[in-house]
């Protein structure tokens, strides 16, 4: 089965602080992608990666970076949180092929 | 751009009834894929289901069956007889070229299975 694991369940940080969110998967997929969900919004896509060291911007993609410096791993930055980024946060990885993306267990983010 | 609409905010079924969980979508792509999702309370997405654009037969598997009817734009998830497991967030979603790309998520239907 594909894992896909997400560094932490529930995080709390600062506004202001520069925030980093892991995600590992196991099973050597090319895509990977961060989404944030929020009630009433679904999932909106903030950034996804085709491949090593590539990244496209999803369609909220405004005070995120992100990062994959190797296949099984893309992590999500905030520069310098702030409160209006407290969300679930979830990463997804996918082949190139017609199969769903698989996804980790979410990251509940709190920013005070 | 691609957008997925699900107009039923929340769902009360009675258990072992059937349910239908409505989702129409919209895009210009000729090629797609529609998928649907489980969101329990615990939070990890459950996939479900997978329908492709071009194929002809609606896809199923297991109680979970998609209503694909592609002229109406319209990809509804059936699930028969329903149980108390079956409570949760559903999300309809899509993306282009059958799958293998970023996914455009509806907001999502909470559905309650009472006893």
């Known amino acids: 089965d594909v894992k896909v694991t997400q560094s932490s369940r529930y995080l709390v940080k600062r506004t202001g602080e520069k925030v980093f969110l892991e995600c590992v998967q196991d099973m050597d997929h090319e895509n990977m992608f961060w989404y944030r969900q929020d009630p009433g919004l679904g999932l909106r896509l903030i950034y996804f990666?085709?491949?090593?060291?590539?990244?496209e911007k999803g369609d909220i993609p405004e005070g995120y970076s992100v990062s994959r410096e190797k296949k099984e791993r893309f992590s999500l930055i905030l520069e310098s949180a702030s409160t209006n980024q407290t969300s679930m946060y979830l990463c997804?990885?996918?082949?190139?092929?017609?199969?769903?993306?698989?996804f980790g267990d979410g990251t509940r983010l709190s920013i005070l | 751009a691609q957008k997925i609409t699900q107009t039923q905010p929340g769902m009360f079924v009675q258990e072992k009834e059937a349910v239908t969980l409505d989702c129409t979508y919209d895009?210009?792509?000729?090629?797609?894929?529609l998928f649907w999702y489980k969101q329990p309370s615990s939070g990890e997405m459950i996939f479900l289901i997978y329908?492709?654009?071009?194929?002809?037969q609606n896809a199923t598997e297991g109680r979970y069956s998609l209503n694909f009817q592609k002229a109406r734009k319209s990809a509804n998830l059936v699930i028969s007889a329903s149980q108390l497991g079956d409570s949760a967030m559903y999300f309809c979603a899509m993306s282009s070229n059958f799958g293998n790309e970023k996914l455009t998520f509806g907001t999502g239907t909470r559905l309650t299975i009472i006893p």
């Open positions: 895009t210009s792509d000729q090629s797609y894929g």
């Open positions: 997804a990885s996918s082949d190139n092929s017609a199969k769903p993306q698989h």
């Open positions: 990666s085709y491949d090593v060291k590539m990244k």
């Open positions: 329908q492709g654009s071009y194929d002809e």
